[in-house]
């Protein structure tokens, strides 16, 4: 398999919906601004004429007061607005990484050494799913005669063949020699 290359995929039916859901309800919160901003251009608006009014005498100042109040509750109307479009903005966020993450995908270029689930069975989000090795990199520890030992040193080039690939030579080099004997 690919580095990034899908594994598995798990049935994400109803996380769908919810961002279906979620991307409504911020088509919902952004439309509610767009009113609110509506609605305190409107209260702005009248705010200055009621001013203007009162300032010449020609309007009560009770009116004057009523809307002023009204445009202070239009700022707060769009504030509270602003707020609610930024909280189910997140939740459509988190929405699209929970569905971002019904699909496994591999860590590494590699080969599937193992399947841990079969299709239709129930995971945990913390159960593996496949194990895939990276052969590229093998570590072989090699035991080697007595005799032998002094031949060898860490950092030697050697060749090594195994019986899993017949006939075929492996190149690698000696990281460490151990000290201690395997009296077996």
Known sequence: ????????????????????????????????????????????????????LYERQLLPKQTLDDNEARYQAAIAQLDLARAQSTQSKARLEELRINLANTTVTSPVNGFVARRAVDPGAYVSQQAPVADVVDITTVRL????????????????????????????????????????????
Request: hydrophobic share 40%; net charge positive; charged share 30%.
């Open 1 to 52: 398999v690919s580095r990034g290359q899908r594994l598995a995929k798990i049935e994400d039916y109803e996380i769908v919906e919810q961002v279906k859901q979620a991307e409504a309800a911020q088509e919902v919160s952004l439309a509610t601004i767009r009113q609110r901003e509506a609605d305190l251009k409107q209260a702005q608006t009248s705010t200055e004429r009621s001013r203007s």
């Open 141 to 184: 520890v090699a035991n080697v005669v007595e005799k032998d030992l002094k031949q060898m040193k860490a950092g030697d080039a050697t060749r090594v063949q195994v019986d899993a690939f017949p006939g075929e030579t492996f190149k690698g080099r000696i990281a460490r020699v151990s000290p201690v004997l395997d009296p077996a």
